[in-house]
């Protein structure tokens, strides 16, 4: 792949949303390295806003997809979703143990002087 110089914002902008954000893929449509587009997303907000767009959009056509098994009843989409969307309804595996509003569990330890 050889090396062009001088890709511009609109290029990666363009490149990423055939890609729904996903840099290598642009970054090879664009024949330039992913840190091209990386470092170009560190200076452009257009650029760094599009691969965030993209990204979710793409998180919503997931989600679109999982809500089509859920509704077929595929008990891996609905395990998938009780355990994180209804975690907070206790579909865990594990629990999370924290003081009151999220705030830290203090323990405090007294020792029996007479033991």
Same mark, same amino acid.
């Given at each position: 792949?050889?090396?062009?110089? +001088?890709?511009?914002? %609109?290029?990666?902008?363009?490149?990423?949303?055939?890609?729904?954000?996903?840099?290598?893929?642009?970054?090879k449509?664009?024949?330039?390295?992913p840190?091209? /587009?990386?470092?170009?997303?560190?200076e452009?907000?257009?650029?760094?806003?599009?691969?965030? $767009?993209?990204?979710?959009?793409?998180? *919503?056509?997931?989600?679109?997809?999982?809500?089509?098994?859920?509704?077929?009843?595929?008990?891996?989409?609905?395990?998938?979703?009780?355990?994180?969307? +209804?975690?907070?309804?206790?579909?865990?595996?594990?629990? %999370?143990?924290?003081?009151?509003? +999220?705030? $830290?569990?203090? /323990?405090?330890?007294?020792? *029996?002087? *007479?033991?």
């Open positions: 792949m050889g090396r062009r110089i +001088g890709f511009t914002s %609109e290029a990666m902008i363009e490149a990423l949303k055939k890609t729904n954000g996903l840099v290598s893929l642009a970054a449509n664009l024949g330039c390295a840190k091209t /587009i990386y470092h170009r997303a560190h452009v907000q257009a650029v760094q806003q599009a691969i965030d $767009d993209c990204r979710e959009e793409l998180v *919503d056509m997931a989600e679109l997809a999982l809500r089509s098994c859920i509704l077929k009843q595929e008990p891996w989409a609905v395990a998938l979703t009780l355990k994180t969307m +209804g975690r907070h309804r206790g579909y865990v595996e594990r629990q %999370e143990i924290t003081g009151a509003d +999220g705030s $830290d569990v203090v /323990i405090r330890v007294v020792y *029996d002087k *007479d033991v």
